[in-house]
């Protein structure tokens, strides 16, 4: 008996299947071509039907239920870290126009530089200040602004150089001697065994003075610019053999991975209108429905999912894959997609990396935000997923060098931060407890979406990549 068309057209469709899941290149890119028109009929026709079913009710539940409480969350988060973005000492905010930004992705090339999006370049000028809080970060390097976008060149760089002086522990700036410690900082200090601590040149005196070392610039930029950072904290003066050093500066700051909203500061007399505030990021547009194609990873100790959506709709690797607010994982980074499939990288995969920021929920610190910076993932746990976490700075703000005893972490709430393409900030993670002390830990996330995967998921795309869709 002959099969019919249809039967026909199933068998080979699920050879396309399995073919993407395990895929042999050649004949899976030449597949795909020739069943490119049936597949886009049906990814466009399914979700008419699929929507109002009872399959899709009990699949989507989980994400459903809690979607509105995750997505308001982590708006208020992200709103709050930029708020906190802004100066908040008098001093510092007298005289000045301040312009906030999205901190994107490092310079190709270029470690310490980063891009940095800005809705409105008006006044921006090569030169100016960019700061976070009452913290230096850097200056902007060069103007983008076809991409509306900057380029900022961050203090932690080898070339870069900033004058500066150290505020005493009672708010002298005078020692002992009745003379100010003056220095030039700039690039890391390799000595110091970890990459975040600001190397130290040419102090003005020998004598140790423990205290805050705040930029102090000459004026070697425009006169308008010359005052902007002046009061700006780097760090700590720290010193690590004795009186006579050598020196380096604790920061305040996660350079490596923890720069989300960045402030650039202008001179008050820049005119500029008021900003409208952007769309949340679950509501800008620029996300595609994707189907479900694989549930489970064919390849032995790696946790991953093939969807079916792939170059021929623009996907790029990175980018974040969710279901409700809930990220699930990005598009694999490491393997090409085919055009209609790409495998996704989930949170329990090895190796995944994101950027995070907390809510954290119990304590004297309870419904504030923190910047964690870079989670890498160890791989899935009885109870949860495994992360690897460098904190840089102290999550109560103390100092790093603070030794307590049976020190309790405390509970937080993780959200997606700033810094890694096709992943927008704010994106529900999940929950864990989080170590005070500074240095390499390891956390166990839980109430994450490990475990459960609904048929139909979202993934971002750039708006250039939305319109080629259409």
Known sequence: MKDSPITSAGILLGVLVVLSIRPVAKVDRALNLAFAPVRLVAELAAPLGWARGARYRRENAAFAGSQELDEAAGVAVMQELEQN????????????????????????????SVYLGLRDLTGIQVGYPVVYGDRFVGRVAKIESKKARVIVDLVTGSQFFVGATVRGEEGELEGRAGRRLDLIVGGVDSDRGGPDYLAVHNP???????????????????????????????GRLTR???????????????????????????????????????????????????????????????????IGLGELQGLEQGAAVIAGARLLGRVDSGRAASPLTSRVELLAEPGLMINAVARIDEGDHEGESRVLGRLISLGARDNGIAFQWKAAVRLDGKRSDTEIQDEKGLQATLFTGMGLEGVPGGLYIGRATLPLATGMHE????????????????????????????
């Open 85 to 112: 973005a802004l100066p908040f000492r008098a001093s510092l905010r007298k005289g000045r126009v301040f312009v906030t930004g999205l901190a994107g992705t490092r310079v190709r090339d270029k470690k310490d």
């Open 240 to 306: 690590l053999l004795g009186q006579d050093g050598p020196w380096s500066i604790e920061p305040l700051l996660n350079f490596e991975s923890g720069l989300f909203h960045l402030v650039v500061v202008l001179p008050d007399s820049t005119l500029r209108e008021a900003e409208v505030a952007p769309l949340g990021p679950l509501r800008d547009g620029n996300w595609r429905q994707a189907r479900l194609l694989s549930r489970g990873d064919p390849e032995p100790g790696l946790s991953g999912v093939v």
């Open 204 to 234: 003005s005196v020998r004598e140790f003075r423990p205290g805050l070392v705040e930029v102090r610039e000459p004026n070697l930029f425009a006169e308008t610019a010359a005052h902007l950072a002046d009061g700006y904290l780097l």
């Open 443 to 470: 956390i166990l996330l839980t109430d994450s979406t490990h475990g459960g995967m609904p048929s139909r998921l979202f993934v971002r795309v750039t708006p250039e990549q939305r319109e080629v869709a259409k």
